[in-house]
Nanobody, 126 residues
């Protein structure tokens, strides 16, 4: 079993920055590709970003490209999401997820991920 715990959410003004963290325990962290998703009220959960086991591959959803950066520290069993130039449209609950399958392309859909955290709220005021 794998446990994921997100932190770092909060309230920030438009144009500001936040860094989310996701601490992973229970299995060897480096065996998993990691992803971030978000879900705004009344909307479906959407893909934000993903990073490969070794950190050499990353991918981003179109709405966050150029503003968000994903990274990981395998020594600390933690994945990060640096969010810059935040917009009110970024307001959502942010979830991290772990994918234990071996893929040629980073997973970007909910069903491809095996484990999920409980989420952390990000609110961007205008």
């Amino acid at each position: 079993q794998v446990q994921l715990v997100e932190s770092g959410g909060g309230l920030v003004q438009a144009g500001g920055s936040l860094r989310l963290s996701c601490a992973v325990s229970g299995r060897t962290f480096r065996y998993y590709d990691m992803g971030w998703f978000r879900q705004a009220p009344g909307k479906e959960r959407e893909f934000v970003s993903a990073i490969s086991r070794g950190g050499t591959m990353t991918s981003y959803g179109d709405s966050v490209k150029g503003r968000f950066t994903i990274s990981r520290d395998n020594a600390k069993n933690t994945v990060y999401l640096q969010m810059n130039s935040l917009e009110p449209e970024d307001t959502a609950v942010y979830f991290c997820a772990a994918d234990g399958s071996w893929r040629s392309v980073l997973a970007s859909t909910i069903g491809e991920y095996d484990y999920w955290g409980q989420g952390t709220q990000v609110t961007v005021s205008s």
